[in-house]
T-cell receptor, first 114, second 116 residues
Framework: AQSVAQPEDQVNVAEGNPLTVKCTYSVSGNPYLFWYVQYPNRGLQFLLKYITGDNLVKGSYGFEAEFNKSQTSFHLKKPSALVSDSALYFCAVRDTSNTDKLIFGTGTRLQVFP | NAGVTQTPKFQVLKTGQSMTLQCAQDMNHEYMSWYRQDPGMGLRLIHYSVGAGITDQGEVPNGYNVSRSTTEDFPLRLLSAAPSQTSVYFC???????????????FGEGSRLTVL
């Protein structure tokens, strides 16, 4: 079955430090990968995506993600965290057997401390 | 810029009651979908639609009905609510479907439903 795993329920980081939120995937064929962010009491917002090409993709709010095919990973990164980055982050992959569907991970809560 | 609008934002039901969660988008999106969000479960797809008059089941469709009579609207109906349907529901839409769907979903603000 196709799936996405986010192994950390929560990531804590001090403001100004680099952050990484991990995601691994399992799909057949070429993956389309995504990151979304959810602020408290809000809907999800698209951050970035990998379709093809450069393994390092840049997105909104200074976030970037690195696609690693051999490790089947798509980790979200930011060089310098802000307190305002504190939110719930979801990794997602397009279902290759039904391209109308996105499969979401369980989410990782990022807490950035002043 | 209304985007995706969901109503109501909060609702409390008793077991066995019925209700409809409304979703409307003003972006002329072909694709619309409903997800539920539960702690530790992430988002799970309930139903989706690739255009007016077309609907299909997602991962957790039981207990829910949908229809798509217009491009703009995609209501989600609970015919006989159960406590297991207590959740936060999100409607989402996107420009394209199928192989053209690059996954950039636009989400509503969510509807928090409690079934007693």
């Amino acid at each position: 079955a196709q799936s996405v795993a986010q192994p950390e329920d929560q990531v804590n980081v001090a403001e100004g430090n680099p952050l990484t939120v991990k995601c691994t995937y399992s799909v057949s064929g070429n993956p389309y990968l995504f990151w979304y962010v959810q602020y408290p009491n809000r809907g999800l917002q698209f951050l970035l995506k990998y379709i093809t090409g450069d393994n390092l993709v840049k997105g909104s709010y200074g976030f970037e993600a690195e696609f690693n095919k051999s490790q089947t990973s798509f980790h979200l990164k930011k060089p310098s965290a802000l307190v305002s980055d504190s939110a719930l982050y979801f990794c997602a992959v397009r279902d290759t057997s039904n391209t109308d569907k996105l499969i979401f991970g369980t989410g990782t809560r990022l807490q950035v401390f002043p | 810029n209304a985007g995706v609008t969901q109503t109501p934002k909060f609702q409390v039901l008793k077991t066995g009651q019925s209700m409809t969660l409304q979703c409307a988008q003003d972006m002329n999106h072909e694709y619309m979908s409903w997800y539920r969000q539960d702690p530790g479960m992430g988002l799970r797809l309930i139903h989706y639609s690739v255009g007016a008059g077309i609907t299909d089941q997602g991962e957790v469709p039981n207990g829910y009905n949908v229809s798509r009579s217009t491009t703009e609207d995609f209501p989600l109906r609970l015919l006989s609510a159960a406590p297991s349907q207590t959740s936060v529901y999100f409607c989402a839409s996107s420009y394209t479907r199928g192989t053209g769907n690059t996954g950039e979903l636009f989400f509503g603000e969510g509807s928090r439903l409690t079934v007693l």
